[in-house]
């Protein structure tokens, strides 16, 4: 293990976005805990690495988060980065269409897990010696101009934008930087569906891995990272 290696919480980790950034920092030479829903698909992530630890987790339960995170201390004795990736699309629909139980499955996930996740890092962080670290949260272009028919993913990438605003404020004198990286259409099975221009989700994962590199003096407040082809200003 490389002297400057780091111990990063991933969520979302068994597929998609999580799964690149966790194999680009797996491949950096960093130690990552690995947590989503599923264990075989957090372990297929893993690929057999000793600096990976698969922890599946249930982000909409607080208690499942605090234990991801004691875990991962038990492990590699502390936390230097989250990224709090986990969430989901939703259903497609406007303010006229949406059912209760649609609004409220991904309230839970997109802001409640990011609450959550983020709570016990920066308590974990603030408690810790040397303390700080860095949690990245991934917003998206739909916190600024939703896609139509998008309400329940617009309205809780939103809330990840508040939530990332008053991170900074908070937690930026105890040592800990947050970054919001709104990405557009990176390439896994999510966005297979989209008509749009889309980009190699390893250029998010190489994106990741470089900020989480960075020094805790070095703030990224937020970031996007979208192919150039996408409709985005000005889209609706």
């Known amino acids: ?39 075989d698909s957090l372990a297929e992530t893993a690929q057999g690495s ?13 208690d499942s988060v605090d234990a991801l995170f004691a875990q991962a201390v ?7 980065a989250l990224f709090n990736n986990a969430g989901v699309f939703g259903p497609r629909a406007s303010i006229t269409e949406i059912d ?13 897990g990011a609450v959550f996740c983020a709570r016990a890092a920066a308590r974990t962080m603030i408690a810790q010696s040397p303390r700080g670290g860095r949690i990245i949260n991934n917003g998206s272009l739909a916190a600024h101009r939703p896609r139509p028919d998008s309400l329940a993913y617009a309205v809780t990438k939103h809330a990840i934008s508040g939530l990332t605003a008053s991170m900074l404020l908070d937690l930026r004198d105890v040592d800990i930087d947050v970054t919001q990286i709104d990405i557009g259409n990176a390439a896994t099975e999510m966005t297979a569906g989209f008509a749009e221009a889309s980009i190699d989700v390893a250029h ?11 020094p805790v003096d070095v703030s990224v407040p937020t970031i996007t990272v979208m192919a150039r082809g996408m409709k985005y200003v000005g889209r609706g």
């Open 74 to 80: 038990d492990r590699f004795g502390r936390v230097d």
């Open 50 to 62: 000793t600096d990976a630890l698969v922890v599946p987790t249930d982000v909409t339960d607080s």
């Open 204 to 214: 998010v994962a190489e994106m990741i891995t470089h900020i989480v590199g960075l």
């Open 100 to 112: 209760d139980e649609q609004w409220h499955t991904v309230w839970r996930t997109n802001v409640d």
């Open 1 to 39: 293990m490389q002297e400057d290696a780091k111990t990063i919480v991933i969520t979302g980790a068994g597929s998609g976005i999580g799964r690149a950034c966790a194999r680009s920092l797996l491949g950096a030479g960093h130690r990552v805990v690995l947590a989503g829903r599923h264990a």
